[in-house]
């Protein structure tokens, strides 16, 4: 059943009438669902309640299951990189739910900002925080201003509507959408979206990607990323490391991966929680040549932006 994420009484409801039906797994779809799926999980020692998204578990019958989604934003900055380097625009917006006080979008952003650069290294993200995950008013409005005060001219998002690809259209400038492919809602501005496909989760592999390019994106951006995804879907390497990546492109279209070893190093704004500075500006996270920040940093605990983004 579509059951609302802010009801709680409808929650809680739904996952007791799974356990009285006999179910001894339960997926809950929604980070809405996962204090209430952490409340059963205590009652119901003997059910696993598995839960999408999120940030908690008990690690016995209450488990969080997500994907390396930054590993999709990274190639969806390709795109992004490879257009603003073909309309000669260093500014990149991008409308997200929050920003450093989740690490699903704080690693989200950071990973399209370094697939970004990997193609563009003078290109600066601009970032504005919803401060909620849906809210459609203020992705198109917030949208509009990193276009219109900004002068961005490819629009990214972590929100679900596809308010800020059509803002893009709108403008005339382009975007990459999220979780679905937004093509049809902007035809003229879509370059393509990091996906989610959940289905696989209980299937086999093959979670996230990208979806396919449209005819906005500059030209070679499928050859570039089909190389990169080569290297991430090996194992040899990984967005959070302390490798760089650059390209260079045969005019046959052959690409060939060049690779750096760089520290990967915070933005030059001290990130703060309750008026603590929790993270220094200009911080190396990883040393040169070190391994990529480990998944349980992406997805719990990243709480700082990468060198690039400027919030606004």
């Given at each position: 059943?579509?059951?609302?994420d802010?009801?709680a009484?409808?929650?809680?409801?739904?996952?007791?009438?799974?356990?009285?039906?006999?179910?001894?797994?339960?997926?809950?779809?929604?980070?809405?669902?996962?204090d209430?799926?952490?409340?059963?999980?205590?009652?119901?020692?003997?059910?696993l309640?598995?839960?999408?998204?999120?940030?908690?578990?008990?690690?016995?019958?209450?488990?969080?299951?997500?994907?390396?989604?930054?590993?999709?934003?990274?190639?969806?900055?390709?795109?992004?990189?490879?257009k603003?380097?073909?309309?000669?625009?260093?500014?990149?917006?991008?409308?997200?739910?929050?920003?450093?006080?989740?690490a699903?979008?704080?690693?989200?952003?950071?990973?399209?900002?370094?697939?970004?650069?990997?193609?563009?290294?003078?290109?600066?993200?601009y970032?504005?925080?919803?401060?909620?995950?849906?809210?459609?008013?203020?992705?198109?409005?917030?949208a509009?201003?990193?276009?219109d005060?900004?002068?961005?001219?490819?629009?990214?998002?972590h929100?679900?509507?596809?308010?800020?690809?059509?803002?893009?259209?709108?403008?005339?400038?382009?975007?990459?959408?999220?979780?679905?492919?937004?093509?049809?809602?902007?035809?003229?501005?879509?370059?393509?979206?990091?996906?989610?496909?959940?289905?696989v989760?209980?299937?086999?592999?093959?979670?996230?990607?990208?979806?396919?390019?449209?005819?906005?994106?500059?030209?070679?951006?499928?050859?570039?990323i089909?190389?990169v995804?080569?290297?991430?879907?090996?194992?040899?390497?990984?967005?959070?490391?302390?490798?760089?990546?650059?390209?260079d492109?045969?005019?046959?279209?052959?690409?060939?991966?060049?690779?750096?070893?760089?520290?990967?190093?915070?933005?030059?704004?001290?990130?703060?929680?309750?008026?603590?500075?929790?993270?220094?500006?200009?911080t190396?996270?990883?040393?040169?040549?070190?391994?990529?920040?480990?998944d349980?940093?992406?997805?719990?605990?990243?709480?700082?932006?990468?060198?690039?983004?400027?919030?606004?």
């Amino acid at each position: 059943n579509d059951v609302d994420d802010t009801d709680a009484t409808a929650i809680l409801t739904a996952l007791e009438e799974c356990v009285e039906e006999g179910c001894q797994v339960v997926f809950a779809t929604s980070w809405g669902y996962m204090d209430y799926v952490e409340q059963v999980a205590e009652e119901y020692p003997e059910v696993l309640f598995a839960h999408g998204t999120g940030n908690k578990s008990n690690g016995s019958n209450f488990i969080n299951y997500f994907g390396k989604i930054n590993q999709a934003r990274y190639l969806s900055g390709i795109a992004a990189g490879m257009k603003s380097l073909e309309t000669g625009n260093n500014n990149i917006g991008y409308v997200t739910a929050y920003g450093t006080e989740y690490a699903e979008t704080c690693s989200g952003i950071n990973g399209f900002t370094l697939g970004v650069q990997s193609v563009n290294p003078d290109a600066t993200v601009y970032v504005k925080e919803l401060g909620a995950w849906a809210d459609e008013v203020n992705e198109s409005a917030f949208a509009k201003e990193l276009i219109d005060s900004f002068g961005c001219g490819v629009i990214a998002q972590h929100c679900d509507s596809a308010q800020p690809q059509i803002a893009a259209a709108d403008a005339g400038v382009f975007g990459c959408g999220y979780n679905s492919d937004m093509t049809a809602d902007a035809p003229t501005a879509h370059l393509t979206a990091p996906i989610w496909n959940w289905n696989v989760y209980y299937l086999a592999e093959g979670f996230v990607d990208i979806s396919p390019l449209t005819e906005n994106c500059a030209p070679n951006t499928q050859a570039v990323i089909d190389a990169v995804r080569e290297l991430i879907v090996s194992g040899e390497w990984d967005v959070f490391s302390g490798v760089k990546l650059s390209y260079d492109i045969a005019e046959d279209g052959t690409v060939t991966i060049n690779k750096t070893d760089a520290p990967l190093v915070t933005s030059e704004r001290d990130e703060v929680k309750d008026d603590v500075v929790v993270v220094p500006a200009n911080t190396e996270i990883v040393p040169a040549g070190g391994a990529s920040v480990e998944d349980g940093v992406i997805t719990g605990t990243m709480n700082y932006f990468v060198d690039g983004v400027k919030v606004v």
